[in-house]
């Protein structure tokens, strides 16, 4: 079983700044991609940034030049830095994993519980 740990989320200032962190661990073989959505009640699921196990990063437009997402493959770790946070960022953050478990084919889609940041004065 693979297990993700999302860690960093709270309340924060407009302007402030917060840094996500996932850390994948269990019977893990490789790792494709990481990545982080967001959810707001009654908004649909978006994709904030992603980032491939070449280091390959993308970003939701909405969020470009504020966010930065980096990952520590020696640690299967992932961070999201988030600057100039604004009220619009609210939302559950959620680790989404990419990978193959050790000993199978299947590519698997891994979840975190989600952890909530809220921006706000």
């Known amino acids: 079983q693979v297990q993700l740990v999302e860690s960093g989320g709270g309340l924060v200032q407009p302007g402030g700044s917060l840094r996500l962190s996932c850390a994948a661990s269990g019977s893990i073989f490789s790792i494709i991609d990481m990545n982080w959505y967001r959810q707001t009640p009654g908004k649909e699921r978006e994709l904030v940034a992603s980032i491939t196990n070449l280091g390959t990063t993308n970003y939701a437009n909405s969020v470009k030049g504020r966010f930065a997402i980096s990952r520590d493959n020696a640690k299967n770790t992932m961070y999201l830095q988030m600057n100039s946070l604004q009220p619009s960022d609210t939302a559950v953050y959620y680790c989404?994993?990419?990978?193959?478990?050790?000993?199978?084919?299947?590519?698997?889609?891994?979840w975190g519980q989600g952890t909530q940041v809220t921006v706000s004065s």
């Open positions: 989404v994993v990419h990978g193959y478990e050790a000993g199978s084919r299947v590519l698997n889609t891994w």
